[in-house]
């Protein structure tokens, strides 16, 4: 099955400063890789998807880079607020097939 | 309307109880899902319908019981539940299981075990 890891487990950057976040997987045949945010409480909300035919995808201060061969993808957040505080996780899906999911990054943003 | 709603919010129960989690989308979506979410932990799938029909139970002790009585709503009967069940259940919904959309996620049930 579908193998799913994600780095840095957290991640702690100044206001202002750049976040960058990626996952790597397993199944070459994995085709939808979405990014969900989580804050303390709260339902995943989808932030970013990105699909297999496309390269890169950006979202005002969100983007992502996806590379196939490689096979990840990351998450890029520019000038980054206290409110981007949150844990991220990638996920990745195919079809016919579950979302699977990372384990998470804990992104603290500091004042 | 691109909401999950989950029903109830919180939910305590005794280890011989029998209670039942609900969820409803009217987005139209015909894939629905069940997750468990520990502290810190990513989101494990349980149970995936598709069509109505279950088309996934990843390996879930019979003690965890779905139902999808129609395209709108997704149950999740619980008995004989353990301390370790404690979590967060999350329901979601697709538009399908063959489609590269998102899901949508509902707030969560937060079940207490006692």
């Known amino acids: 099955g579908e193998n799913v890891e994600q780095h840095p487990s957290t991640l702690s950057v100044q206001e202002g400063d750049s976040a960058v976040i990626k996952c790597t997987y397993s199944d070459s045949a994995s085709n939808y890789f979405p990014w969900y945010k989580q804050e303390l409480g709260k339902r995943p909300q989808l932030i970013i998807d990105?699909?297999?035919?496309?390269g890169e995808k950006k979202d005002q201060r969100i983007a992502v880079t996806l590379n196939k061969t490689a096979k990840h993808f990351s998450l890029h957040i520019t000038e980054t607020q206290p409110e981007d505080s949150a844990v991220y996780f990638c996920?990745?899906?195919?079809?016919?097939?579950?979302?699977?999911f990372g384990p998470g990054t804990r992104l603290s943003v500091l004042p | 309307d691109t909401e999950v709603t989950q029903t109830p919010k919180h939910l305590v129960m005794g280890m011989t109880n029998k209670k039942s989690l609900k969820c409803e989308q009217h987005?139209?979506?015909?894939?629905m899902y069940w997750y468990k979410q520990k502290a810190k932990k990513p989101p494990e799938l349980m149970f995936v319908y598709s069509y109505e029909k279950l088309s996934i139970n990843e390996s879930v002790p019979s003690r965890f019981s779905p139902e999808c009585p129609n395209s709108s709503l997704l149950n999740l009967h619980l008995h004989a539940l353990q301390p370790e069940d404690s979590a967060l259940y999350l329901c979601?919904?697709?538009?399908?299981?063959?489609?590269?959309?998102?899901?949508?996620f509902g707030q969560g049930t937060r079940l207490t075990v006692v």
């Open positions: 987005m139209g979506h015909r894939a």
């Open positions: 996920a990745v899906h195919n079809y016919g097939q579950n979302f699977v």
């Open positions: 979601a919904s697709s538009r399908g299981t063959t489609e590269n959309t998102e899901a949508f």
């Open positions: 990105i699909r297999s035919n496309v």
